[in-house]
C-alpha cells in the first residue's frame, strides 16, 4: 500500500494589478511563500491571505495552496 507523506508547502497569493489594453488581458501579480505549516488548515490560510492583503495595495483575486506530496 502506498504511503503519502506531505514534503512542502506553499502558498500562493495573486493580486490583480490591471488590464493591458494592447493584449486585452489582465495583469496578475503572484507572492508566494514557502516553509508552511503541512498541518496548516485550509480555513487558517485562507484567514492569514485576507489579513496579509489588507497590508497590500492591490486587490486579492486568488488563494491557492501548493503541496509536494513524496508517495512511499
Given amino acids: ?4 507523506q506531505i514534503v512542502t508547502t506553499q502558498l500562493r497569493l495573486t493580486f490583480f494589478e490591471g488590464y493591458d489594453e494592447e493584449s486585452d488581458k ?6 508566494s511563500f514557502n516553509n508552511i505549516n503541512a498541518f496548516a488548515t485550509s480555513d487558517a490560510l485562507l484567514a492569514v491571505s ?9 486587490p486579492l483575486d486568488a488563494v491557492e495552496r501548493a503541496d509536494v506530496v513524496a508517495i512511499h
Avoid at 1 to 4: D, G, K, L, T
Avoid at 26 to 31: D, P
Fill in 1 to 4: 500500500m502506498a504511503i503519502e
Fill in 26 to 31: 489582465n495583469i496578475y501579480v503572484r507572492k
Fill in 50 to 58: 485576507e489579513a496579509m492583503a489588507t497590508l497590500q495595495t492591490l
